[in-house]
């Protein structure tokens, strides 16, 4: 019983995660680090439930937040590949500007610091899940063929790892690592449509909460691969309703043990990292800006 | 550019360079704000006469910019050394928070006299803030663990331990009240607070905190051997390695007084306006701290500019409100202005083209 319903929240709460870790590697294997993730999540699950509200239409709203988490990738590749700016300077940037742009934008439009209300049109659900759950159980086997047995997915991981090789071959490094980061900027604003349109049925101002940050933490996790980082997100989600179950069946919240439970599963990662998973090697040419000759 | 000239240039820049670019983007970004403003139908000169006014305009006003300067340069700070020594810190959140409880929990259990109280806490404050930090050391340099993604774990690790936990149980204020989550902690000794500075202000001993933190900073890195060998890890590791220097313990070093710098900021909060550690208490002093640091330059220097600068905007965007924007501007173009400079060439590109409009 306690297990079934321990699938059915992994299954609901993985999805922000596992999209976003898959932006996050895929940005990574071009070549670009990717630290905006968290910014590109706020930014989706913003516009996907304003979306929502605009259109009438969950859907379209769906597609406001992808589109926008489009954007930001595009501003972070635009910055750091255009301008060669510090990859990692520009994606904590982007989090920053997200955090103050849409608190702003929330309190101009909606005229709430704290959230939004209900969107009126939710998403279908199909066997209790709605359709983002179980297309995130999908995508990251779709980039792993692609990253694994399609000339473009070869041609992205060769300009992540060695990218004057690549340029030497034809392959134009500039505008497949810009595709890579702004389809990476898609995933993540996917990812946090799913916060704000399937997990809740709201945007909350607290958004994401740090699920791009653990995001980065299951890409290093599952060593920049699609399947391990899908595997790590996964862990990430079955701790946290691990954690939920174990402080409601001894009451936590009453005895004020709350904060064990909700620390267990950063505390869980940190030990796993520490301790098995040993030094992760990062693509090559991570976070080197690339300059064409 | 060679690897050796940019070693070179990170290692001895001249003093003006690093304050060029921060001063560019954040004049650029309160350019764009100003037109943002008179874009959307507002007053703007009205705005940044109230922004004005609401950070400099009165003894209040300047006690609540300086106290929002100290903390912000604080973990400005706190970021930059540990950036000099090539970690990126975005644990200073984290850190934070176990000094501010560190801070609420002795100022509170202690009953020493005046000025010792105050020492006692303060050191207690800070050397927890380092051991926490030490912990993202300790998984980088023996474990081989990224410190971005494990402070970022130990970020919500202290979080959640202090404010669903000890502020909620053991620390908690007692109270027949049912809410008590919303009493934090107990309130501190008298003589554990930060001794006020002028009347009819909040300006306190904050402030003298910070302005050493920032003259001890500056010192050591650009004055003392220690320094500069935390420099050379930082800018090359390999180099420093070579050349017989001790990386690890320069790692931890610079890792511990990142995360002392840290907690000192929250105490500052604890101990200077709060006088307790709130029920409700989410500042996010720490992240902010990654930007004063980043429009700093990561230089000492830069940041405590970065961090005044920061300070005096967020208590006049109170005065926004007034002219209908709200707060969050300030958060806005903090953002913004740290996107700028991150794209350095960007400015090089504008500074390019108009030298070229001059010549012609």
């Not at chain 1, 439930?49 to 605009?54: F, H, N, Q, S, T």
């Not at chain 1, 709201?202 to 699920?211: I, K, L, S, Y």
């Amino acid at each position: 019983m306690i297990a079934t319903e321990i699938l059915s929240a992994v299954i609901d709460f993985a999805p922000p995660l596992v999209l976003a870790a898959l932006g996050g590697v895929l940005s990574e294997k071009a070549g670009v680090i990717n630290l905006g993730l968290e910014g590109m999540m706020r930014f989706g699950a913003f516009f996907a439930a304003a979306g929502a509200i605009w259109t009438g239409n969950a859907w379209l709203g769906l597609g406001c937040g992808l589109l926008a988490g489009a954007i930001a990738g595009a501003a972070h590749a635009y910055a750091s590949l255009r301008w060669r700016a510090d990859q990692v300077v520009s994606g904590v940037a982007l989090n920053l500007v997200a955090l103050g742009l849409v608190t702003f934008l929330l309190e101009a439009l909606f005229g709430s610091s704290a959230t939004m209300p209900s969107a009126a049109p939710s998403l279908p659900h199909w066997a209790g899940h709605t359709p983002i759950a179980f297309v995130s159980l999908v995508i990251p086997f779709v980039l792993h063929w692609f990253l694994t047995a399609t000339v473009t997915g070869l041609r992205v991981r060769a300009i992540g790892e060695h990218p004057r090789a690549a340029a030497t071959a034809g392959i134009s490094v500039l505008r497949l690592r810009a595709l890579c980061v702004i389809v990476a900027g898609a995933l993540a604003g996917l990812g946090g449509s799913a916060l704000s349109l399937s997990i809740l049925d709201r945007f909350e101002n607290r958004m994401p909460a740090g699920a791009g940050f653990m995001a980065l933490a299951a890409m290093v996790f599952g060593k920049w691969t699609p399947l391990g980082a899908f595997a790590a997100a996964l862990f990430f989600a079955f701790a946290d309703a691990l954690q939920r179950q174990l402080s409601l069946a001894t009451h936590a919240n009453d005895l004020h043990l709350a904060g064990f439970f909700l620390a267990l599963p950063y505390v869980l990662t940190l030990l796993l990292l520490g301790g098995f998973v040993g030094r992760a090697t990062p693509p090559a040419a991570n976070g080197v800006p690339y300059e064409e000759a | 550019m060679t690897s050796a000239s940019t070693l070179r240039a990170r290692l001895f820049a001249p003093r003006w360079q690093p304050l060029l670019i921060p001063l560019t983007a954040v004049s650029t970004a309160l350019v764009a704000g100003f037109l943002a403003m008179w874009l959307f139908g507002k007053d703007a000169p009205q705005g940044f006469a109230l922004m004005a006014e609401h950070a400099l305009g009165s003894a209040n006003a300047v006690g609540e910019s300086s106290i929002k300067a100290a903390v912000l340069t604080l973990c400005g700070l706190s970021v930059t050394v540990a950036f000099t020594a090539g970690l990126f810190n975005i644990g200073a959140e984290g850190q934070f928070t176990v000094g501010a409880i560190t801070a609420a929990w002795l100022g509170a259990a202690l009953d020493l006299p005046a000025p010792l109280e105050l020492l006692v806490v303060t050191g207690a404050a800070m050397t927890a803030g380092a051991a926490w930090a030490l912990i993202a050391a300790w998984l980088k340099v023996r474990r081989g663990v990224h410190e971005v993604i494990s402070t970022i774990m130990l970020n919500w690790i202290a979080l959640h331990l202090v404010q669903d936990w000890l502020v909620v149980g053991p620390l908690a204020a007692p109270s027949s009240n049912a809410q008590i989550s919303l009493a934090g902690t107990v309130p501190v000794h008298a003589s554990a607070q930060l001794p006020r500075l002028i009347a009819g202000s909040r300006l306190d001993f904050g402030i003298v905190y910070a302005a050493i933190a920032v003259i001890f900073c500056w010192l050591l890195l650009s004055r003392t051997v220690a320094g500069f060998e935390i420099r050379l890890v930082g800018a090359a590791p390999g180099v420093a390695e070579a050349s017989g220097l001790p990386n690890a313990r320069r790692t931890y070093q610079a890792m511990a007084l990142a995360g002392a710098l840290a907690a000192l900021g929250g105490l500052l909060l604890v101990l200077g306006t709060e006088h307790r550690y709130p029920g409700t208490f989410r500042t996010g002093y720490g992240f902010d701290g990654i930007a004063v640091a980043l429009v700093g330059g990561a230089s000492p220097l830069g940041t405590a500019l970065a961090g005044i600068f920061f300070g005096l905007l967020r208590a006049g965007a109170k005065g926004l409100q007034l002219v209908g924007i709200q707060p969050s501007f300030a958060e806005l173009l903090q953002g913004v202005s740290v996107w700028l400079v991150s794209a350095p060439l960007l400015f090089a590109a504008l500074f390019r083209k108009l030298r070229g409009a001059r010549a012609t």
